[in-house]
């Protein structure tokens, strides 16, 4: 396949009966939610779901996330219990993922959750994936539809510079809404840990239960390897002046070539974040600086990103 056969559609009825029926033949296609672009595929075919990590050339040991359209089918794939419907029905469709233990029965493709006994459920809100679920009539494995590690998208140009000849069709809804990949949480009987800070902050969470951190190294969801969401180019933090071969990307004060939000709003930076690395690999300076953001609520999601953009790549260690 060659970067000619990605077809680019409007998203509309007719694109969303065509993604469905590429969907219900075993192939993934790109569509958005309102995090970031998904690369959506049957989360109940092996086949399809191996053509995911194919087209991504994402590691087999990374899960993903399964997109539902409705709590009623959530639950037919995972056990929740009482705070964890609590946490579906608050913030639900929306950026949230539940990790929670796998249902046996539940008839998803093995390789969604990379050998562990778990599934990372989420109902997204955007219109346009959720036509999607329910036009294909099963539940979708939906990781960022761009090669593995890479900016995550947030326009269908993104995706197809990444995935062109990849993948045989792209939704367009226009770029999206939040600009960060969702808030995951994991279920437990003591109570929540956060496995990836996104939209939806740890202080919103801590009423459902303490919240704690991640423990250990080991992959429980996507988006916690060390390096990711990562621009080919060396990137460095907290950056408060560019040096001569250097894009910056600046915050409030910090003026930079790019801005992600002049008035310091952290819900516009976070939006605009990776259009904004999109840009700055595009520029001609081999090297990416970006200014001090804020810690707390969006700003510790904004880091996370940041900082796993800015770590050494694998092969570099």
């Not at 995550?152 to 770029?175: E, F």
């Not at 990711?228 to 003026?255: C, M, N, Q």
């Not at 804020?294 to 694998?314: M, Q, V, Y």
Request: aromatic letters at 4%; glycine letters at 10%; one cysteine or more.
């Amino acid at each position: 396949m060659s970067a000619q056969n990605t077809r680019v559609l409007p998203s509309g009825p007719e694109a969303i009966a065509e993604a469905a029926r590429l969907i219900r033949a075993g192939w993934p296609v790109a569509a958005p939610t309102e995090t970031v672009y998904g690369l959506a595929a049957d989360a109940t075919s092996g086949e399809a779901v191996a053509r995911i990590y194919a087209a991504k050339g994402r590691p087999s040991c990374n899960p993903l996330i399964v997109h539902v359209d409705s709590l009623e089918g959530a639950e037919h794939l995972a056990r929740f219990d009482e705070r964890a419907r609590a946490l579906a029905r608050t913030f639900w469709p929306g950026p949230l993922t539940l990790v929670l233990p796998r249902r046996e029965g539940s008839g998803l493709a093995g390789a969604v959750s990379a050998g562990l006994p778990t599934v990372a459920l989420r109902m997204p809100a955007n219109e346009t994936m959720r036509a999607l679920i329910a036009a294909a009539g099963r539940p979708l494995a939906a990781p960022s539809a761009n090669r593995s590690g890479g900016i995550s998208p947030t326009t269908a140009a993104h995706v197809r510079s990444s995935l062109g000849g990849r993948v045989p069709l792209i939704l367009d809804a226009g770029p999206t809404e939040r600009g960060l990949e969702s808030t995951i949480v994991a279920v437990e009987p003591a109570g929540l840990r956060l496995l990836r800070p996104g939209p939806i902050p740890r202080e919103r969470l801590a009423s459902f239960g303490p919240v704690a951190d991640r423990a250990g190294a080991a992959i429980e969801a996507p988006g916690m390897m060390a390096s990711h969401y990562a621009p080919s180019k060396p990137v460095r933090l907290d950056a408060v002046a560019a040096a001569d071969d250097e894009w910056l990307i600046g915050f409030g004060a910090v003026a930079g070539d790019d801005n992600l939000s002049a008035a310091g709003d952290l819900a516009e930076a976070a939006a605009g974040l990776f259009a904004a690395l999109h840009r700055a690999e595009a520029s001609a300076r081999p090297r990416i600086a970006v200014a001090p953001i804020p810690d707390g609520g969006l700003g510790t999601a904004i880091n996370d990103r940041l900082r796993r953009a800015a770590a050494p790549r694998p092969e570099a260690l």
